[in-house]
């Protein structure tokens, strides 16, 4: 391997998706101001929307997901919206 080309940062992190709770630790340098521990060790947390237990590819389910009511949003903000012609 070549020196000086990999970063410094490189640590053991726990990942969590949040969806369903699902945790694993793999080598990241992803930044995290969290951390949680883990079998009695401590590491950085890096909370994801979606992993491979959630997604609908993996898992086969499909999933809706309207976060902060957008679809709603969208629907309230052109309901009096015309079309010209």
Same mark, same amino acid.
């Given at each position: ?8 940062? =490189?640590?053991? #992190? ?9 945790? /694993?630790? !793999? ?15 401590? =590491?950085?947390? #890096? ?9 609908? /590819?993996? !898992? ?26």
């Amino acid at each position: 391997m070549k020196k000086g080309i990999h970063p410094e940062n =490189y640590r053991f #992190v726990c990942f969590k998706d949040t969806s369903n709770g699902d945790q /694993f630790i !793999t080598r990241s340098t992803a930044p995290s101001k969290e951390t949680v521990e883990v079998d009695g060790t401590e =590491y950085p947390l #890096v909370k994801l929307e979606i992993s491979n237990t959630s997604h609908p /590819f993996y !898992t086969g389910k499909m999933k809706f997901v309207d976060t902060a009511g957008r679809v709603d949003k969208f629907y309230n903000k052109y309901k009096n919206f015309k079309k010209k012609q």
